[in-house]
């Protein structure tokens, strides 16, 4: 499983005024894909026991990067008791066909949860990388990693990546370094605060 540091921020205008913004302060745009994740679990998990949390830690991703891979995706997280994350993890499965994924999935016993559609643009500067996700047409994140692909560089932590974000003055919410876009949906879903 490979371990990451990231964050992940609400962003509060619309993706013009953040565009206009970041080029602004010097970003260039590198990439524009499309992501697409499909939850599934277990149907023998009750959901109204856990929490949102809790339900997610229990689901397997189906992904597709348009154009670029599909894979099957578990996640790993451990959150402290204010919803930090404090370790973050991911181990990934090729796959070659994202309906015969569903299908193995729904033969054993698994269920579709939840769909996010993200509509991602890269930006990078020298000093840090953004990729910034339109998810399903209805919010607008930004999500920065501890391993840079255009400079090669690497963060050491995630108070370093806030740190480094933060001398930007770009629109998103200051209270919440690890918004987490499936809680959100989930919730929504199942109609949680």
Avoid: W
């Avoid at 990067?65 to 204010?82: A, H, M, P, Q, S």
Wanted: hydrophobic share 35%; net charge positive; charged share 35%.
């Amino acid at each position: 499983m490979k371990i990451e540091n990231e964050i992940t921020v609400l962003v509060t205008s619309s993706f013009k005024k953040l565009h206009q913004d970041l080029i602004k302060s010097g970003f260039v745009v590198k990439d524009k894909y499309i992501a697409n994740d499909i939850y599934m679990i277990n149907k023998d998990i009750d959901l109204s026991n856990l929490s949102t949390l809790d339900i997610l830690k229990k689901c397997a991703i189906v992904r597709e990067i348009t154009g670029i891979k599909k894979v099957l995706l578990y996640k790993y997280k451990e959150y402290d008791d204010k919803g930090n994350i404090l370790v973050n993890g991911k181990i990934e499965c090729p796959i070659i066909d994202i309906s015969k994924a569903i299908n193995f999935m729904e033969a054993i016993n698994y269920q579709k949860l939840i769909e996010i559609h993200d509509k991602c643009t890269e930006y990078a500067n020298s000093e840090i990388e953004l990729i910034v996700q339109e998810v399903n047409n209805k919010y607008i994140f930004f999500e920065a990693e501890d391993e840079l692909r255009y400079t090669k560089k690497k963060f050491r932590s995630t108070d370093e990546i806030i740190e480094t974000i933060n001398k930007y003055k770009l629109p998103y919410k200051k209270d919440n370094y690890f918004v987490k876009k499936a809680e959100i949906i989930l919730n929504e879903k199942l109609k949680r605060n």
